[in-house]
């Protein structure tokens, strides 16, 4: 199992721009999809963004398309996520996930291995 440990959350104005990043332990994540998940207070976690293990194929949902981008840097066994133009509904907590098989994409149940979530909180 990889360990994942995620930072970069915080509070910021609506327009703005933060930058989070997921740092793995325990094994590389050269093998690994992962993924980016939110979770906000009363609702259901949800599809964030998601990146192949070659960083070849990128996913994002609907809501969050065109303001946010993910990468990965295998070498530094970090995967990020640049979100831009934050809105309030942006804010939630954010986990990030990897994907031993190398398949998942955009359903949670395709990743077996989670970080613990960081805050991101957007003021109006």
């Known amino acids: 199992q990889v360990q994942l440990v995620e930072s970069g959350g915080g509070l910021v104005q609506a327009g703005g721009s933060l930058r989070l990043s997921c740092a793995a332990s325990g094994r590389s994540l050269w093998d690994y999809n992962m993924g980016w998940f939110r979770q906000a207070p009363g609702k259901e976690r949800e599809f964030v963004a998601a990146i192949s293990w070659t960083g070849g194929s990128t996913y994002y949902a609907d809501s969050v398309k065109g303001r946010f981008t993910i990468s990965r840097d295998n070498a530094k066994n970090t995967v990020y996520l640049q979100m831009n133009s934050l809105e309030p509904e942006d804010t939630a907590v954010y986990y990030c996930?990897?994907?031993?098989?190398?398949?998942?994409?955009?359903?949670?149940?395709?990743?077996?291995?989670w970080g613990q979530g960081t805050q991101v909180t957007v003021s109006s």
């Open positions: 996930a990897g994907d031993s098989t190398r398949r998942g994409s955009r359903q949670s149940n395709e990743y077996q291995s």
